[in-house]
């Protein structure tokens, strides 16, 4: 161990690090708006990467598929309890905004996958498959639960799971894909040798945390989804719809999965079950910075991209147990100077 | 669903066949569906291409699918022995699986063609199985006589962090004092790791002369890519579960140079006229290549196809002895493979005996490079 190897392990952690805080910020923003802790967020990973992949492959991606089949059954629950409630009228909107945007995606998909289109193209058509998938979602796994307590969100956040982690074992089959950066430079930095796609990672992380932080500040949006997070029935009160809410965190939630995705799938190798053990990590960091603090969370996942880098280096095969068992002093740390561990459930 | 309907078929195929006494029947479980796949399919895709009859009799396989899981692997086999009375069964496509049916193999008295290599098996199971591909110290050993002759003294070892990367650093480390080396490190990694900078550069940091990647398929990329990456400049070991398209596909140009030890069938056409296998893996590249796809070999099919060769020339003399279909079949089935001399199959020469029941030897095994995007015998 000198200096030049703990630099480039740094450099390695912080590469990570930046994934991981943008996937803790997104896990922390949508359990504290739903309860629900959203550990889907790394399927989302996967689909995006693997959409990238299979788009330069010159190849249409199977999540279209999953993308008109969702946008099918989303339209069919709103038009159910369009009917239901006798409006009758919303009808064509509901057909057009649920059913006609994911087909008219998944069209254009299917159009300019066998043409090379072109990178920024190919990323703006595979945040344009993924992210609505991340709505989808909501309505047709979590709006009927929205009342249920933590315990049952959560389990049903791990039947989710599964079945994206199955249907993404279905529609790209088992091989690993690693697509093309968006940049092949290097820049030497002393004695390390930067990568672009690690700049580019590290870049993109701060501009959306940022972006994040802005949105959160000046956005009326961004205010009622603080509102809901901080009381969710005051949020009511004044007006907030709670499902619009619901629905605005998980766009945002699918767009940083998604983001994460398309920034790591050329620097490593993504299969279909790729995204949990990456969600993991920054569950990890969010837990480390307590669960609440988008600051902290961030934190806590650099913290666990360095950790993971340096142990990876010392005791490679104890790898993620170094990295999992960090839970447990924080856990109990929380768990001690916490005066109310079961406040949330007794809000509703 | 699928083995559910092969088993109607099966089942119905042989109430049929009940009155055909004569046909030899093979029972057949390979992981087709389940995290095998991969593998699994080109198994099952060999057994198009055999021969229609073993030892000159007809002969039937039942194909069954085990999810790559041994408890299935298990139920197949035993479901072959008691309901279907098989006089052999071939399987399966992962290490645990195939030991599962070496048990049912052992139990029943049937001789058992395993199609991945198996640790050292108990007396009685090893008495009834006998094992196509090479064992991973015959394969590891090609890797070890090539990095002596480059006069590499110092090893740097990174590997999964499961039984194969066991395997394979234990394949290393025992060949190290013969060929004069010395092992320096051993890392591991997860499948799915993201990263293996930590790794790479601990590698990196004892200087090796050589090192020997302990991975399978794309994930033994990661390491590939990180040691290119990070500027190391020796050579790069793998070994034989290494060989494929997918790899080359995920390293694309870190991919080249790297050496790995395979079955000869993957270079037949590189491969000197003097090769004892040359013929016979040149014919079944083409025809498999024929059947499902340019570029599409691979060393999985050829493992079905030589054990279908052992069992043919093994029923060829137990039909001198009993009729199939009896205990006394099987029996001299397994004394016949147990006596077998210089079968030629697609990926080497198979003597066997009662100690070696693999039978493989330097023949069975070339030592190929990545050039330009494709596998190519290291001359």
Redesign the interface.
């Known amino acids: 161990?000198?200096g030049n190897?703990a630099l480039?392990?740094v450099q390695?952690g912080v590469?990570?690090g930046a994934i991981y805080a943008l996937l803790a910020l997104a896990l922390l923003l949508v359990f504290a708006v739903t309860r629900i802790i959203f550990v889907p967020q790394g399927d989302f990973i996967s689909y995006a990467g693997l959409t990238l992949g299979t788009l330069q492959l010159g190849q249409v991606p199977g999540t279209v598929y999953l993308l008109a089949g969702g946008g099918a059954i989303v339209a069919l629950i709103e038009a159910t309890a369009a009917l239901r409630a006798g409006k009758s009228a919303h009808l064509p909107r509901i057909a057009v905004v649920q059913l006609g945007v994911p087909l008219a995606i998944a069209a254009l998909a299917a159009w300019a996958a066998p043409r090379q289109i072109g990178p920024a193209l190919q990323l703006a058509l595979t945040l344009a498959i993924v992210v609505p998938l991340g709505p989808m979602l909501y309505r047709i796994a979590y709006r009927p639960l929205a009342n249920a307590s933590v315990l049952v969100l959560f389990i049903a956040s791990m039947a989710a799971h599964y079945v994206l982690t199955g249907l993404g074992l279905v529609i790209f089959?088992?091989?690993?894909?690693?697509s093309n950066a968006i940049s092949d430079a290097k820049f030497d930095v002393g004695v390390l040798?930067v990568?672009a796609q690690s700049l580019w990672v590290v870049g993109s992380s701060l501009v959306c945390m940022t972006a994040l932080w802005l949105f959160f500040e000046r956005s009326l949006y961004g205010k009622a989804l603080r509102a809901t997070a901080i009381n969710r029935i005051g949020a009511r009160l004044v007006g907030i719809p709670t499902a619009l809410a619901g629905r605005l965190a998980f766009v945002l939630a699918a767009a940083i999965g998604a983001l994460s995705g398309i920034l790591?799938s050329p620097?490593?190798?993504i299969?279909y079950?790729?995204g949990l053990?990456?969600g993991l990590k920054g569950f990890v960091g969010a837990i480390l910075g307590g669960m609440a603090s988008y600051p902290l969370a961030a934190l806590g996942a650099l913290g666990v991209g360095l950790l993971?880098?340096?142990?990876?280096?010392?005791a490679?095969?104890l790898?993620?147990t170094i990295v999992f068992t960090f839970i447990i002093p924080v856990l109990l740390w929380r768990s001690l100077v916490s005066r109310h561990p079961v406040v949330e459930d007794e809000e509703e | 669903m699928r083995s559910i309907r092969l088993a109607i078929v099966a089942a119905a195929a042989a109430l049929c066949a009940a009155s055909a006494q004569a046909e030899i029947t093979i029972g057949v479980s390979l992981g087709t569906t389940g995290p095998g796949a991969s593998l699994g399919v080109p198994y099952k895709n060999a057994l198009q291409l055999v021969p229609k009859t073993l030892g000159g009799e007809p002969v039937r396989y039942i194909v069954l699918d085990d999810e790559s899981k041994p408890d299935g692997a298990a139920k197949n086999a035993r479901k072959f022995v008691s309901e279907d009375k098989v006089d052999a069964l071939m399987g399966s496509t992962g290490v645990p699986s195939a030991s599962a049916m070496a048990q049912v193999a052992a139990e029943f008295r049937t001789p058992l063609i395993a199609l991945t290599p198996l640790p050292p098996l108990a007396p009685d199971r090893h008495h009834w199985t006998f094992v196509v591909p090479q064992p991973t110290e015959l394969m590891m050993s090609a890797v070890a006589q090539h990095m002596k002759g480059k006069g590499v003294k110092t090893v740097a070892f990174i590997g999964f962090s499961d039984s194969w990367g066991d395997l394979v650093y234990n394949a290393i480390t025992s060949l190290a004092t013969d060929n004069g080396y010395k092992v320096v490190t051993n890392e591991r990694y997860g499948r799915a790791d993201t990263s293996v900078t930590g790794q790479v550069l601990k590698v990196i940091s004892t200087t090796p002369d050589a090192v020997v990647v302990g991975g399978s398929g794309s994930p033994a990329a990661t390491p590939q890519i990180a040691l290119v990456e990070q500027g190391y400049k020796g050579p790069i070991y793998h070994n034989h579960g290494t060989v494929n398209l997918p790899f080359i596909q995920t390293a694309k140009k870190a991919a080249e140079g790297a050496i790995a030890p395979t079955g000869a069938l993957i270079v037949a056409e590189d491969l000197p006229a003097s090769f004892p296998t040359k013929a016979v893996s040149l014919d079944f590249v083409k025809r498999y290549e024929a059947a499902f796809g340019a570029g599409s070999r691979n060393g999985f099919s050829g493992y079905t196809y030589d054990g279908v060769l052992l069992l043919d020339a093994a029923a060829a003399v137990a039909l001198k002895k009993a009729k199939p279909g009896t205990p006394e079949f099987r029996e001299a089935l397994r004394d016949a493979l147990e006596s077998l001399k210089n079968i030629i199959g697609t990926h080497g020469v198979y003597n066997m005996t009662p100690a070696n029941h693999n039978g493989e030897d330097e023949r069975a095994r070339v030592l190929v490079q990545v050039v330009n995007g494709e596998w190519r015998l290291l001359k």
Do not use: Q
């Open positions: 161990m000198n190897i480039w392990l390695d590469t990570n089959g088992g091989e690993g894909l690693r040798h990568g790591i620097i490593t190798t299969y079950d790729t053990m990456i993971e880098s340096f142990a990876s280096f010392w490679s095969s790898k993620e």
